[in-house]
């Protein structure tokens, strides 16, 4: 699935099943929350604490399914392209990084 289709398969399952988007401000909350639940499995699976009763079933995979879903639904109802945004993001990333990383001691 490419990112357009992503963004069409969503779009499409917003309007058959969610009814219609959650303004943009509720979705930035959901946002959040998911962020804080891939969070929570990271600092579990692969830091220091422990895990919870509560935390049974929960995987990493949907978790981050989850965010994505987020995303893709604010980049739907406020118009934008995330082919094109990544794109561009990503050439941005070059331009600016192109040897900074490379040259990083901290990274060798």
Excluded: P
Excluded at 29 to 45: D, H, M, Y
Excluded at 62 to 74: G, H, S, Y
Excluded at 78 to 88: D, K, P, R, S
């Amino acid at each position: 699935m490419t990112i357009q289709e992503a963004q069409q398969t969503v779009d499409k399952w917003i309007k058959e099943n969610g009814v219609r988007y959650f303004n943009e401000l509720t979705n930035m909350a959901i946002l959040t929350e998911e962020v804080g639940e891939v969070a929570r499995i990271i600092s579990r699976q692969y830091g220091e604490q422990s895990f919870k009763k509560s935390d049974e079933g929960k995987q990493l995979g949907d978790e981050l399914a989850d965010v994505l879903f987020v995303i893709i639904c604010l980049a739907n109802q406020t118009g934008i392209n995330l082919t094109q945004a990544l794109e561009a993001n990503l050439q941005k990333k070059t331009n600016r990084d192109r040897d900074r990383h490379q040259q990083n001691e901290k990274l060798k």
